[in-house]
T-cell receptor
Framework: DVKVTQSSRYLVKRTGEKVFLECVQD?????MFWYRQDPGLGLRLIYF???????EKGDIPEGYSVSREKKERFSLILESASTNQTSMYLC?????????FGPGTRLLVL | GENVEQHPSTLSVQEGDSAVIKCTYS??????FPWYKQELGKRPQLIID?????GEKKDQRIAVTLNKTAKHFSLHITETQPEDSAVYFC????????????FGKGTMLLVSP
């Protein structure tokens, strides 16, 4: 059974803080993705990675960066958190087209 | 890039009725179309998918149809049950390899007993 875990379910941060969201998958998947989910806007792709050390921008990369030092771990970094980054963040992994999602991190930026 | 439109945004039905959710896509090169279900407070999970060489696919009470000419695909749920209440997302992709999924905005389905 595929398992994708995220480091926190809920997170509260202050404006300007550097925020790290971590995602780990245990199925040796090549591909990993970060989305944000907002009501009425669906799932929007922030960044994705097809291999270690490799990253590609998605549809809304502004204000975010990522790191993939190991195959199983994909981190999303908010360099300087802003209130408009308050959202649900979902990580996913895949080996072909089917994406398996983590439980999500609900981030509140005050 | 790809654009996926999904309708309706909310859908209320009585238990036992059928529900239909429709999506259109813009990129004719897309050839893989999954549907995800997200129950309240839970992660999205794949419930069914279809590829462009198939017109229809069925799995128990759930079916998906694809019209490549018109660039639209639909999710059909028959004999709805309260546990079908969730947000449903359609998506489109160019398929295997380095392709990403483009999601619709979601449909909140409410099944009343």
């Amino acid at each position: 059974d595929v398992k994708v875990t995220q480091s926190s379910r809920y997170l509260v941060k202050r404006t300007g803080e550097k925020v790290f969201l971590e995602c780990v998958q245990d199925m040796d998947h090549e591909n990993m993705f970060w989305y944000r989910q907002d009501p009425g806007l669906g799932l929007r792709l922030i960044y994705f990675s097809y291999d270690v050390k490799m990253k590609e921008k998605g549809d809304i990369p502004e204000g975010y960066s990522v790191s993939r030092e190991k195959k199983e771990r994909f981190s999303l970094i908010l360099e300087s958190a802003s209130t408009n980054q308050t959202s649900m963040y979902l990580c996913a992994s895949s080996v072909q087209e089917t994406q398996y999602f983590g439980p999500g991190t609900r981030l509140l930026v005050l | 890039g790809e654009n996926v439109e999904q309708h309706p945004s909310t859908l209320s039905v009585q238990e036992g009725d059928s529900a239909v959710i429709k999506c259109t896509y813009s990129d004719s090169a897309s050839n893989y179309f999954p549907w995800y279900k997200q129950e309240l407070g839970k992660r999205p999970q794949l419930i069914i998918d279809i590829r462009s060489n198939v017109g229809e696919k069925k799995d128990q009470r759930i079916a998906v149809t694809l019209n490549k000419t018109a660039k639209h695909f639909s999710l059909h749920i028959t004999e709805t049950q309260p546990e079908d209440s969730a947000v449903y997302f359609c998506a489109a992709s160019k398929g295997a390899g380095y392709s990403t999924l483009t999601f619709g905005k979601g449909t909140m389905l409410l099944v009343s007993p």
